[in-house]
């Protein structure tokens, strides 16, 4: 393997003499070529020398740059190219900082992350889909649901003006947290949510129902709900089903 990758660096260094010096497409994949062999000093030469390239660098270049280092594990260098391009005082492009908090939350430093998102709002920038997701992810894995349903909330929010569904993972990850509070009105609301982006599943009724049992409240006519999104019932819902009618309703008033 070691012979492979020698023999590979040597290849791209002799592309390296090749590339144009009016056009940044060949440096970015060379570029790509050092992070696939883990060659973090072959991407920051990369980088250095397409700054050569006459114009401004675009935001898409920055990117490719993080996402190399960041790919190889070298975040300190990816902050520092992070940092760069801040340094030019452009216009906020969210999709740029979306990459370093991707890594942060990754990486588990959500208070990292979460710093770095209250800087891009100061900077002015408008997070988008994708960093609510990213929050969302990290809330998750830290187990900080109040702050993982308000980033779905404004994930939720900007449905409207793009095609983005949030992954089903985190989606029924807090249908559980509101099913685990036992928190009917939640539940309910988040579910009328899902249904209106065509989102819902039997595990989140499965989910919505037991909120009821553990909130010791009678559910609302499921059965019904759930026939409108032509969801099919399992056994395991009929018998949560049956479960949840016999609560008391008299101990509840």
């Keep these: 393997m070691h012979g492979l990758n020698t023999k590979a660096q040597a290849c791209l260094r002799k592309a390296e003499t090749k590339l144009s010096s009016t056009g940044r497409l060949g440096y970015s994949f060379v570029m790509t070529c050092y992070a696939a062999l883990n060659d973090s000093e ?7 020398a397409s700054k050569s390239v006459p114009g401004r660098i675009p935001a898409a270049n920055y990117m490719s740059a ?6 190889i594990g070298d975040i300190s260098r990816a902050e520092w190219i992070f940092g760069s391009w801040e340094a030019e005082g452009r216009k906020y492009d969210v999709r740029v900082s979306n990459v370093l908090l991707g890594a942060y939350v990754r990486n588990g430093w959500i208070e990292k992350a ?10 002015g920038a408008r997070p988008n889909y994708k960093t609510w997701e990213i929050l969302m992810e990290g809330y998750v894995q830290s187990r900080q649901m109040d702050k993982a349903v308000d980033a779905m909330k404004k994930g939720l929010s900007l449905l409207k003006s793009c095609h983005w569904r949030p992954p089903f993972e985190l989606v029924e990850t807090i249908a559980k947290h509101f099913e ?4 009917v009105d939640d539940a309910y609301r988040y579910i009328k949510v899902l249904q209106r982006l065509n989102l819902t599943t039997l595990p989140l009724y499965k989910s919505l129902v037991l909120a009821y049992i553990n909130a010791d409240v009678v559910p609302p006519n499921i059965p019904e709900i759930i026939a409108k999104d032509q969801i099919i019932m399992d056994e395991e819902m009929d018998k949560l089903i049956i479960r949840a009618s016999k609560i008391d309703i008299t101990c509840n008033g």
């Design 180 to 183: 685990e509070q036992g928190n």
């Design 114 to 123: 979460e710093r770095l998102h209250l800087h891009m709002l100061e900077k």
């Design 42 to 48: 072959g991407v920051m030469r990369m980088w250095e």
């Design 66 to 71: 993080i996402l190399c280092l960041i790919k």
